[in-house]
């Protein structure tokens, strides 16, 4: 079982930062949490990926967020608990959406997906 909290998000002005947070946790499937990050759904439901980080530390970028956004892992590389950050800094209004927690075992797998967080960015 695996489970994604998620905390922080909220509202900020154009050009500001904000930081989410998601406790990942997975009881009986360790492998589940290979890969967590974060992702946003399109208008037409697919997936956007926002940062990824694996468990040896292979990081991907969302071409969107590439320079401005910041991902890192805290927590034993092989327990089943682990805490990610996601910095975000220079925000704009095309920013804001839903971000949502996921973990996957491998980056083609249909991932684990958290409750999500609204980031709402105003100008």
């Known amino acids: 079982q695996v489970q994604l909290v998620e905390s922080g998000g909220g509202s900020v002005q154009v050009g500001g930062s904000l930081t989410l947070s998601c406790s990942a946790s997975?009881?009986?499937?360790?492998?589940?949490?290979?890969?967590i990050g974060w992702h946003r759904r399109t208008r037409g439901n697919e997936r956007e990926l926002i940062a990824t980080?694996?468990?040896?530390?292979?990081?991907?970028?969302?071409?969107s967020v590439q320079g401005r956004f910041t991902i890192s892992r805290d927590g034993p590389r092989d327990g089943p608990r682990n805490t990610v950050t996601l910095q975000m800094t220079d925000l704009t209004e095309e920013d804001t959406g839903v971000y949502y927690c996921?973990?996957?075992?491998?980056?083609?797998?249909?991932?684990?997906w958290g409750q999500g967080t609204q980031v709402t960015v105003f100008s």
């Open positions: 997975a009881t009986g499937s360790p492998f589940s949490t290979n890969i």
């Open positions: 980080v694996s468990r040896p530390g292979t990081i991907r970028y969302g071409d």
């Open positions: 996921t973990s996957s075992r491998f980056s083609t797998d249909e991932p684990y």
